[in-house]
């Protein structure tokens, strides 16, 4: 085996182990700073921009855009549905227009969304917390859950519900 | 370059690519399959026995052992820090004794675990849906967030809050 060989070997084994180790730096940096997959960044995104046409701006054609095949609904006041939503946001347009979402954290799991929401009527006011896991399928919106507190007017800890 | 320099050449190239593709692919599969970074699957394991020690089996000495440096709480009915968890479990030993939760969904991304959990007072009442978000500093539970709404007796759809 002549110099050029061992080196050109040499040369492969760094390449490799450069390879490696950037392939390797990648897949532990994506989670730990982008905090996820491409997919779970998407569906983040579509849920953050849903929420908003949708409750915010009380815009259910531009929120429906984000809809997929169904809208499977478990919040127990909303009827099933993109009409359920519908119905919902007209509701919304008319006896509560001031109704806002201030998105405070988003987390994304394979295709699980989840939310953590303050919720006012009138700006100002306590509110309530909320917290809504979505379903994505194919990056869409098909599936809704939410829980509902109102904040209480005093708390055990001076922490906030946020 | 002889037949054998070749021939350890190819060898190694074929060890690179297959170090290469079983490294891509467990990257991918990671978050597709197991559905997390390892960090991800320990602070969703570490959550769900906490729950458990803490919550169905009300034993403060047992759950206080998956808490950190500091246990922020956010629930407004809670007092801050351990000693807020272990009053509420002994007043639950004392006056709620079925008080029973039915985790139904596991969700983590990077530093936080977020539940959706079924609870009841007594077996068979209709009880509350929660969300919890925990925040996790190496491997510990620090912070904790929730909100809890008892389930309606009627519901505008049949799909249920779970």
Redesign the interface.
């Known amino acids: 085996?002549d110099y050029f060989?061992i080196a050109?070997?040499g040369h492969?084994?760094s390449?490799?182990a450069i390879?490696?180790l950037t392939?390797?730096a990648?897949?532990?940096a994506?989670?730990?700073f982008a905090?996820?997959?491409p997919q779970?960044e998407a569906n983040k995104k579509a849920v953050v921009e849903f929420y908003d046409k949708a409750i915010n701006q009380k815009d259910f054609d531009a929120a429906s855009k984000y809809i997929g095949s169904r809208y499977?609904?478990?919040?127990?006041?909303?009827?099933?549905g993109p009409e359920?939503l519908k119905v919902f946001l007209q509701f919304a347009k008319e006896k509560l227009p001031n109704y806002h979402a201030d998105i405070k954290?988003v987390?994304?799991?394979?295709d699980?969304v989840?939310l953590?929401v303050h919720t006012t009527r009138e700006s100002g006011d306590r509110g309530s917390?909320?917290?809504d896991?979505f379903k994505l399928e194919n990056g869409k919106i098909v599936e809704h859950?939410?829980?509902?507190?109102p904040?209480?007017e005093?708390?055990?800890?001076?922490?906030?519900?946020?």
């Open positions: 085996m060989t050109k070997e492969m084994r390449l490799c390879t490696l392939v390797i990648f897949a532990f994506g989670p730990a905090g996820g997959t779970e499977t609904q478990h919040n127990p006041g909303a009827a099933d359920g954290k987390l994304a799991d394979g699980y989840m953590h917390a909320v917290m896991i859950w939410d829980v509902v507190q904040i209480p005093k708390a055990a800890n001076s922490n906030g519900m946020f």
